[in-house]
């Protein structure tokens, strides 16, 4: 413990402010009182033990500060520990808890993705059946389109021939299919009194000559057979493709080359050429006529393409040259087969034709085998 500093100083000879040095006085301490010296000397001992007993108590009091700190610190500790504990336990259930969460999720991302990849091939299911659907309506649409057009042509021609048709001057093509129509209406009441009149002659008919016809199933089982047995040309269809593009009755074209080629020219390569062509210059300008002219005992006459002596019963007339010709019933059909395929070929020209190409290729198709059909003389 430190010394108290009047003590230190009675030590070193110093007296208490009452008293005077010697050199201050300039007297021996020889010559002072001895009961002064006393007196003070008690009091400083006084003093020094104030001194001590103060700074014992204020020692005491900081061991005992510092014990209470140590405790509160000691407590502090404890607490912070247990707050940290609980703290620790807090964020590990809450851990446990996100894991649980997120394996949640992911379970929901998939069921999600499952059930979306699922909407998406059902969603292009229906698309796909509904374009299926509506691309077979619009075909169907077309050929009735199509059909209807050719109908309302077919009637515009006819009214025309109505038109022209008087009775001081009736329409000699009108008379003929009157004529036709009769004649045939007379052949089935002939055929249904005949009928009627030897109904024993049917016992006399075997079962085995009996033909049952075919049933509808049958039917559209032998045209399913028959459809697919028909195999595409994929030359020949890919010119037509290429030529229905910009359709024309240029014989210039690949398309219509060939079958200049391969059907018009040798069905209507007839003894007269130069007759023939011309036939040909008035189909392309749609220019011919061509009519049946009645006559009660017809007889062999020289056809004007055959240049042969056969039985006669139609006529053409050319606008370029203006002339009039009698021909054969061969003569007639291998004509009207190149006409048909002309006037249909007008009819994609001018647009009237909409439904598919493979449609209209195979009706092309069964043109050119009318006209080669008839060129053989079976049309």
Known sequence: MAEHPEASRQDSGIG????????????????????????????????VNTRLSDMKL????????????LEVKDKASVRIHE???????????????????????????????????SLFEEANKMVQDANVKRMHAEKLLKEAQAKVDILQAEVEALKSLVITSTPSNPNKHLQHLGHQRRRSDDTRFINLTKKSSTH???RKISAQQIETPPSPTQQVDQKETKEENKEIDPVFFEEFKTWRLAPSLDTTSPFFNTINREDIQPCLKFTQKQLSSAVLENIQQNTLTMEPFGEKNPFPRKCALTDASRVCKFRVQLASPSSSHVI????????????DFYTYIRYIHQGLVKSEDQDVYWHIIKLRKQMALSRLGLG
């Open 16 to 47: 208490s402010p009452g008293l005077a040095s010697p050199h201050q006085n300039g007297h021996l301490a020889s010559t002072e009182d001895p009961g002064s010296v006393h007196s003070y000397s008690m009091e400083a001992t006084d003093v």
């Open 58 to 69: 204020e020692e005491g009091n900081m061991r005992r500060r510092s014990a209470s700190m």
């Open 83 to 117: 707050e940290l504990d609980k703290a620790q336990m807090e964020l590990k259930l809450k851990d446990e808890e996100v894991v649980k969460l997120q394996h949640v999720r992911d379970q929901m991302g998939l069921e999600i993705e499952e059930l979306t990849a």
């Open 200 to 202: 024993h002659d049917f």
């Open 328 to 339: 054969c019933q061969f003569a007639r059909d291998r004509v009207a087969a190149v006409c």
